[in-house]
């Protein structure tokens, strides 16, 4: 009996989106008791990016989606599928996928939003690959968007120096077997979620003025257990995502984490053994973006012209959940042409 031979899925256009304002340390010590040294030291923070008070996150998707379209050289209307990972959406509900495939003019997709945390691109990416190779689908655009900065507690000076807003996006497209997306893990740990949520706000806890009043409407982070999970499960992760793509450490170009922590960066580079500079940065001069913190990475990278066609490009992520999540991608765009 033959066996079919499933389709292989890659990256063929890839975009980012982040606000113009700027929220520097500097700014942050005026509004609460911190220190740009104790920000940089524990995090790698200098600086973030902020939504304007008239943006949601549907405004801040459809930009990183309309660059990422024109870098795949395709239209809106070729989309299947339009998938947007984010824990900020515009409303409960209509999906704010479903917001942007209408104001993107993606007639002919389906929509749907996806929440993981922090590790949504990655299963945006996962889920994607999985619509392409069965041969349903050949154009799914994931976009990654996050306003965090509207659920962060801007007194609790433990939170609100780590995050800021921003939007990633990637057209997934159809390749040859063995190309493009090697391989992915995607894993969730539920008995840890309680470590990183907003507490109110749903079916759970409905809104009510007592707890507006008490900022439970905010993200609330156990950050020294979470720092713990993530030091120890990123590279476990990596490393399965990794095994499964028949690839090494050394084989890896570009290592493109969710960029929470600088530490945590620091920590995984050093236990999975691949040097600083194939470590791709971005919290410095972003902050915690969540989802949309890997694709906006990505971008950056890809437009600096460093990523070459066949390089190995290792995605790993980790969230709210507790969710942890790895891809192997060989890369075949040509350099970023400025």
């Not at 690959?129 to 154009?139: C, E």
């Not at 905010?218 to 720092?227: S, T, V």
Request: proline letters at 4%.
């Amino acid at each position: 009996m033959m066996t079919m031979q499933l389709r292989g899925s890659k990256i063929q256009g890839i975009g980012a989106y982040l606000p113009e304002r700027v929220l520097s340390n500097a700014d942050l010590e005026k509004i609460v008791d911190t220190s740009d040294e104790w920000i940089v030291t524990h995090t790698g923070i200098k600086e973030r990016r902020i939504a304007e008070d008239d943006q949601a996150c549907s405004d801040l998707c459809i930009p990183a989606a309309q660059q990422a379209l024109a870098d795949a050289g395709i239209s809106s209307d070729q989309l299947d599928m339009v998938i947007v990972a984010t824990v900020t959406p515009d409303m409960a509900f209509p999906a704010t996928a479903c917001i942007v495939q209408d104001k993107i003019g993606a007639r002919n997709a389906g929509a749907f939003d996806l929440v993981s945390g922090c590790t949504g691109f990655i299963y945006g990416i996962g889920l994607a690959d999985g619509l392409i190779a069965s041969g349903v689908y050949d154009y799914i655009l994931v976009i990654s968007g996050e306003v965090l900065t509207r659920v962060t507690d801007w007194t609790d000076r433990s939170t609100c120096v780590l995050f800021g807003d921003g939007a990633g996006a990637a057209v997934m497209a159809p390749t040859e077997p063995g190309a493009g997306v090697l391989s992915y893990v995607l894993q969730s740990f539920g008995e840890h979620g309680d470590l990183l949520k907003i507490p109110a706000g749903g079916t759970r806890q409905p809104l009510t003025p007592e707890l507006l009043a008490q900022r439970e409407n905010c993200i609330r982070m156990e950050g020294h257990e979470l720092f713990k999970l993530a030091v120890r499960g990123v590279p476990d992760v990596a490393e399965s995502a990794m095994a499964k793509a028949g690839v090494q450490a050394s084989d890896i170009a570009y290592v493109v984490m969710h960029q929470a922590n600088k530490r945590i960066i620091d920590a995984a580079a050093k236990r999975l053994g691949i040097a600083d500079e194939r470590m791709v940065v971005t919290v410095d001069h972003y902050g915690n973006t969540s989802a949309s913190s890997i694709p906006i990475a990505l971008d950056e990278v890809y437009r600096s012209g460093k990523l070459n066609p066949g390089d190995l490009v290792l995605l790993v992520g980790f969230g709210a959940g507790f969710t942890l999540g790895a891809a192997v991608i060989r890369w075949d765009k040509e350099p970023f042409a400025t």
